[in-house]
């Protein structure tokens, strides 16, 4: 039996043995509702960017190319820890740094985060990434 991939502008015929269903049937389950194409209609190889839905309801749908789902080894990148949450990196923080409240809520890695050091009371608001590496410059982080 074939398929016709009706997601792309050109026709393509994809054999039965060759499509995402049947070669990888355990990642139908998290294919979104909203992609155009169905598992059918394209191969394990696909270049093509689909919006997969994350087995913890908790995490947004995310977007990868069919390939990359297969052969990565890992899917939504808040549960491979690829990606943090706000909550992710709170706990990261007081890990490292206990000493120190966040202000702000946590973006991304690059983007800026106000803080407060509880010890000293200095407030700044550095890249979040490097927060992680450095703690408070003012005191470090050293109770007085």
């Given at each position: ?23 990888h ?24 960017v ?26 939504c990148?808040i549960?491979s ?64």
């Amino acid at each position: 039996m074939e398929n016709i991939n009706k997601s792309t502008q050109m026709t393509q015929i994809i054999s039965t043995n060759q499509n995402l269903a049947y070669t990888h049937p355990h990642l139908v389950s998290e294919w979104h509702e909203s992609n155009k194409a169905q598992p059918t209609e394209v191969t394990f190889g696909s270049q093509e960017v689909i919006i997969w839905k994350c087995p913890n309801p908790n995490h947004e749908p995310y977007k990868m190319s069919v390939y990359e789902r297969v052969n990565a080894k890992f899917g939504c990148q808040i549960c491979s820890g690829r990606k943090r949450t706000h909550k992710s990196f709170s706990i990261q923080l007081k890990e490292r740094f206990p000493n120190i409240e966040l202000l702000s809520t946590y973006i991304q890695s690059d983007k800026q985060i106000d803080c407060k050091c509880i010890i000293c009371g200095r407030e700044w608001n550095p890249i979040a990434n490097n927060l992680l590496k450095t703690g408070c410059a003012k005191c470090k982080n050293k109770a007085k």
